[in-house]
């Protein structure tokens, strides 16, 4: 379903929603483009991210920044709290990480909903490489702001 086509939020099911509001956000998101993350799957409250680490994402030990980790995680975090015509925004993160990222690994970040207030979330964003091994845990908090992705 795309943003383009004239339908309106409330015209949409949840699952058509999610990815309507994934593909009028991922227009305008030039950072998680440049960086070469894909949308693997999007749904109401979830989404899931991949990125392939590149060499320029490595630290001084050879291993992948902490940043770039981070970034796809929050990546997959706007996502899955986007998927409700609600303009959402991360209001606090925090990280954990667990294992190394590797030059050519494959990373995935998958983001599920835990609570979802009237203006406040709190997602889970769990980073795993191609071997299926965690990288990282991520705690991701939003609020939502004025605006929405597509008219009512």
């Known amino acids: 379903m795309s943003a383009s086509t004239g ?3 409330a015209d949409l099911s949840p699952q058509a929603l999610a990815e309507a509001c994934a593909e009028t956000m991922w227009a305008d998101d030039t950072a ?3 960086l070469g993350m894909r949308i693997d799957r999007v749904a109401p409250g979830e989404a899931t991210l991949s990125m392939d680490l590149q060499p320029f994402m490595l630290n001084g ?6 940043g770039y980790i981070f970034t796809l995680a929050d990546s997959a975090f706007a996502f899955a ?3 409700y015509n609600q303009r959402t925004v991360g209001h606090q993160a925090s990280i954990t990480y ?4 590797r030059q050519g690994d494959r990373l995935t970040a998958t983001a599920r909903e835990l609570h979802r207030g009237k203006r406040d979330g709190i997602y889970d ?3 795993t490489n191609d071997r299926g091994e965690k990288i990282a845990e991520f705690r991701g908090h939003s609020r939502t702001v004025k605006g929405t992705h597509l008219p009512e």
């Open 61 to 66: 030990h050879g291993l992948a920044h902490g």
């Open 125 to 127: 964003v769990f980073v």
């Open 98 to 101: 667990m294992a190394p990222g």
């Open 7 to 9: 339908l309106r939020a």
């Open 32 to 34: 998680t483009q440049h």
């Open 81 to 83: 709290c986007n998927g």
